[in-house]
């Protein structure tokens, strides 16, 4: 017989063995007991109901496909157990009466297994809840259609002819080995404390905290799959024996599955610092963002999130997202308006923005701050302030501006030709000099005029003498004459203590308070440096002095450098007090040494707290004892209005450094070899403070051993 045939024939049996039961049904006795109290056979009767209208009847109407089931595992028994009889056969077959069980038992039995249990559950749950079970018509149709799925795999005949033809060698086992497998099998899956289980268990936490050192160091997916993995084979097979090399194969690490695992570990993290910030004491927090372009022409927006957390201030990274098109004020505040909505975050809980000079961030009509702060008139709009210490100190006098000028120019001269180079290396070596090759200036570094002079300054002789057999007179003289040298020494001091401030102003957990008296610090060293060199006195300028001691330079002849230098601190004075300008005094004496503050110059609303802080001898010891920003969280639950007064201040941001290291970190992770990985996940389980929760993630996972 064709093998349809045999199909069509299968499918008659099952329903013919099934119907004379259905239809004998109502021959039995009518119960005089409510619906819900019917016999099993009363209940599964069609015809019964429509004189039984009432819940249980319904129920068992759009459950009768469901009964359909039980006349299969009868059969399926018959046919593990040897009794097949040919899936061709024209007599129907006659499953035993103790499947007749009530529908209500059999879903619920088959609830908590088999391959539709998930769907058997739902329309249970459905038909609990709703008075009118034909609202579920829906979970029915569903069931149903995973019923005719799972029966059309699992037909006699296909089940005989696998068995033939896959497990020959067990056809002459006897009914109870099955039952053995099937029960091992059972108890090996319940029991979670199994040697089997617990590999299984050991080898997935395993590939989870390899996965999260390969994305803290920023290596490819395919680092472990390639090296790692099997350098620890090698090792293990070596130092313990092959047998070990067995359970080591176990851990699945390839390039797919530390991809699957970064991402896991990257919502985990995501989930537990949106949950913080929604927990925190202080529903307030702030961001800083930048945007950059990546190494395959994306744009990439990084922002990071402060908030108050464990009593302290905490710095995470938040988010990266591609701007897909353009970079305008509009597209960044939509990008991150759209990741605030998707985690239920108000704008109003934004206390403080903090970006670079870009006209699309600090647009004062509709650059991203003013757009933030429509939405939160709260907010505090922040100028990264090593950006404004950087255009501060680019003002120079137009002597010293040629002196530079000339100095980079010379090193271009040697770095722009490879014979050059080699030339002037080999030169260094033959002298012995301090150092054997020139830095390039590049604009965009903030450092790199500081340590182009400091080399330059150092290789002078080894530089005039190499312009001299190239006969490059311009730049033999620059070398040559002690007044341009006098300009070089001072630029390079000056740029030494420029980039010391610049480096002090960078750094995570900053504060604009923090950094304010930086500031103010270099300004009053400013004036103090002016009044020392009218006293002729140039301590503040080491390089400089050695200079005039070492070639015995006489005060007349300094004359024209000393005021090259007034005239540039000068300069550099008012340049800093037009970028810095002087904080607000009360606000952040408050939050600087609050038992100096009047009473009345605190806000109304707060002046009866700060009464009684100021009045406390054990908040004077707190204070004493702990930072800032610590200090005013522990005062949170007792001043809540003038701590919260406060922390608005200290929260914000006050430089984008987060995100500039982040974009370091982004062209480590993101290079030409993985120009078309999306880089979020990478850079969050390498950036993020927060540590992933692995043992949860490892209890949702199944191990798959790698081959």
């Given at each position: 017989m064709p093998r349809g045939s045999r199909i069509r024939t299968s499918r008659v049996t099952l329903l013919a063995g099934r119907a004379p039961q259905m239809r004998a049904a109502p021959k039995r006795a009518p119960s005089a007991q409510p619906p819900a109290?019917?016999?099993?056979?009363?209940?599964?009767?069609?015809?019964?109901?429509?004189?039984?209208?009432?819940?249980?009847?319904?129920?068992?109407?759009?459950?009768?496909?469901?009964?359909?089931?039980?006349?299969?595992?009868?059969?399926?028994?018959?046919?593990?157990?040897?009794?097949?009889?040919?899936?061709?056969?024209?007599?129907?077959?006659?499953?035993?009466?103790?499947?007749?069980?009530?529908?209500?038992?059999?879903?619920?039995?088959?609830?908590?297994?088999?391959?539709?249990?998930?769907?058997?559950?739902?329309?249970?749950?459905?038909?609990?809840?709703?008075?009118?079970?034909?609202?579920?018509?829906?979970?029915?149709?569903?069931?149903?259609?995973?019923?005719?799925?799972?029966?059309?795999?699992?037909k006699p005949n296909k089940l005989k002819r696998h068995f033939e033809s896959k497990h020959s060698n067990l056809a002459g086992k006897d009914t109870n080995y099955f039952r053995s497998k099937a029960d091992g099998l059972k108890k090996a899956r319940a029991d979670p404390g199994s040697k089997a289980n617990k590999q299984n268990v050991a080898a997935v936490e395993t590939s989870y905290l390899v996965a999260l050192r390969i994305a803290r160091d920023m290596k490819p997916h395919t680092f472990a799959e390639h090296l790692l993995f099997p350098v620890a084979k090698d090792s293990v097979r070596v130092m313990i024996g092959d047998e070990f090399v067995t359970k080591l194969s176990a851990v699945s690490l390839s390039n797919d599955t530390v991809r699957r695992?970064?991402?896991?570990?990257?919502?985990?993290?995501?989930?537990?610092?949106?949950?913080?910030?929604?927990?925190?004491?202080?529903?307030?927090?702030?961001?800083?963002?930048?945007?950059?372009?990546?190494?395959?022409?994306?744009?990439?927006?990084?922002?990071?999130?402060?908030?108050?957390?464990?009593?302290?201030?905490?710095?995470?990274?938040?988010?990266?997202?591609?701007?897909?098109?353009?970079?305008?004020?509009?597209?960044?505040?939509?990008?991150?308006?759209?990741?605030?909505?998707?985690?239920?975050?108000?704008?109003?809980?934004?206390?403080?923005?903090?970006?670079?000079g870009a006209p699309a961030t600090l647009g004062c009509q509709s650059g991203f701050q003013r757009l933030v702060l429509n939405e939160s008139p709260k907010a505090i709009g922040a100028h990264c302030m090593i950006h404004l210490q950087t255009l501060a100190m680019k003002t120079l006098p137009q002597d010293l501006q040629e002196v530079l000028k000339s100095v980079l120019s010379s090193v271009n001269f040697v770095k722009a030709s490879s014979l050059n180079s080699r030339l002037f290396l080999q030169l260094c070596n033959d002298l012995d000099g301090p150092s054997k090759t020139l830095l390039l200036h590049t604009e965009g570094r903030w450092l790199s005029r500081g340590n182009v002079l400091k080399r330059i300054f150092e290789l002078r002789d080894e530089l005039k003498m190499f312009f001299n057999q190239k006969a490059i007179r311009q730049f033999e003289a620059l070398f040559s004459d002690h007044s341009e040298l006098q300009k070089i020494a001072y630029l390079v001091d000056i740029f030494t203590i420029l980039n010391e401030l610049n480096l002090s102003l960078q750094g995570p957990n900053s504060t604009c308070l923090d950094l304010s008296e930086k500031i103010h610090s270099f300004q009053m060293k400013l004036q103090l440096w002016q009044k020392k060199l009218d006293e002729n006195k140039m301590y503040m300028l080491p390089t400089l002095s050695a200079f005039f001691e070492e070639h015995d330079i006489e005060p007349h002849k300094r004359i024209t450098v000393v005021i090259s230098v007034k005239e540039h601190l000068d300069m550099l004075a008012g340049e800093i007090s037009w970028y810095f300008p002087s904080l607000p005094e009360v606000p952040f004496a408050l939050a600087r040494s609050p038992f100096t503050v009047k009473a009345e110059d605190v806000p109304e609303t707060a002046q009866e707290e700060f009464i009684r802080l100021t009045n406390s001898d054990a908040v004077r010891a707190d204070f004493s004892a702990m930072p800032v920003t610590q200090f005013w969280v522990k005062c949170l639950q007792s001043y809540p209005v003038l701590s919260e007064t406060v922390l608005r201040l200290?929260?914000?941001?006050?430089?984008?450094?987060?995100?500039?290291?982040?974009?370091?970190?982004?062209?480590?992770?993101?290079?030409?070899?993985?120009?078309?990985?999306?880089?979020?996940?990478?850079?969050?389980?390498?950036?993020?403070?927060?540590?992933?929760?692995?043992?949860?993630?490892?209890?949702?996972?199944?191990?798959?051993?790698?081959?």
């Open positions: 109290a019917a016999t099993p056979s009363a209940v599964g009767s069609p015809a019964a109901a429509p004189r039984q209208p009432g819940l249980m009847a319904q129920m068992a109407t759009t459950a009768a496909g469901v009964a359909v089931g039980s006349a299969v595992g009868h059969t399926l028994g018959h046919a593990i157990t040897g009794g097949f009889s040919g899936g061709g056969s024209a007599e129907p077959a006659k499953p035993s009466i103790t499947y007749q069980e009530p529908q209500g038992a059999q879903l619920q039995n088959q609830q908590s297994f088999g391959p539709c249990s998930l769907e058997i559950k739902q329309f249970l749950e459905c038909a609990q809840n709703q008075s009118d079970v034909k609202l579920c018509e829906g979970f029915n149709e569903v069931l149903r259609q995973c019923r005719i799925a799972n029966a059309e795999s699992m695992r970064i991402h896991d570990m990257s919502a985990d993290i995501l989930d537990q610092v949106i949950q913080e910030i929604k927990s925190a004491p202080l529903p307030i927090f702030s961001i800083q963002l930048d945007e950059s372009t990546d190494v395959a022409n994306c744009s990439q927006l990084m922002v990071y999130v402060r908030y108050i957390n464990d009593g302290d201030f905490k710095d995470e990274f938040l988010c990266c997202k591609p701007l897909e098109r353009t970079a305008t004020a509009l597209d960044v505040f939509e990008t991150v308006g759209s990741f605030l909505r998707q985690h239920k975050i108000s704008w109003e809980s934004i206390c403080g923005v903090c970006t670079d200290l929260l914000p941001f006050p430089t984008t450094y987060l995100c500039e290291t982040g974009f370091s970190s982004l062209l480590v992770i993101k290079s030409k070899y993985r120009s078309r990985l999306v880089v979020e996940d990478d850079l969050r389980c390498a950036l993020a403070k927060t540590t992933p929760r692995i043992s949860d993630l490892v209890r949702k996972k199944q191990s798959q051993p790698s081959h």
